[in-house]
């Protein structure tokens, strides 16, 4: 990420919510919220909720979010008892979007860099549609 964009993203007062899908992601999971939850701190002024949200999950996920959630106070997790589904995960927590600036999401796995989302909401800050959507597309 440019200078610029790391200026921008340390300017901004906004909130911004991170939604992470989560089934039986006990071994996985740890490492990216911690990746992300450092990563905001150090490069996003503005408030940040990373929401894991649980469906069906049938091992320890929920027991690593908690715990990490005790070292980064930026960790949330919303529980679905029943598998819902990737999509119906992020519907829920699409839910939430009148209460946030902006509303992401990654995959548990961690395989998309926190540094990915940061520039999209950068430019989004910045209002450079043609950026975000050359990104999406």
């Not at 300017?11 to 006990?26: D, G, V």
């Not at 909720?49 to 960790?75: F, H, M």
Request: proline share 4%.
């Amino acid at each position: 990420m440019e200078d610029t964009e790391k200026t921008s993203m340390r300017e901004s007062s906004l909130h911004f919510t991170l939604l992470i899908p989560a089934y039986n992601e006990e071994e996985r999971i740890a490492g990216t919220l911690k990746e992300y939850a450092e990563y905001f701190r150090s490069q996003f002024s503005g408030g940040i909720k990373i929401l894991v949200i649980l469906n069906g999950c049938q091992d320890a996920t929920l027991e690593v979010v908690r715990s990490c959630a005790k070292q980064y106070s930026e960790i949330e997790a919303m529980e679905f008892k029943a598998p819902i589904g990737k999509g119906g995960a992020l519907i829920e927590g699409l839910k939430l979007a009148p209460q946030t600036d902006i509303i992401g999401y990654t995959d548990a796995d961690g395989a998309t860099p926190p540094g990915s989302n940061a520039h999209i909401a950068s430019n989004m800050l910045r209002k450079r549609w043609s950026d975000w959507l050359t990104l999406v597309t």
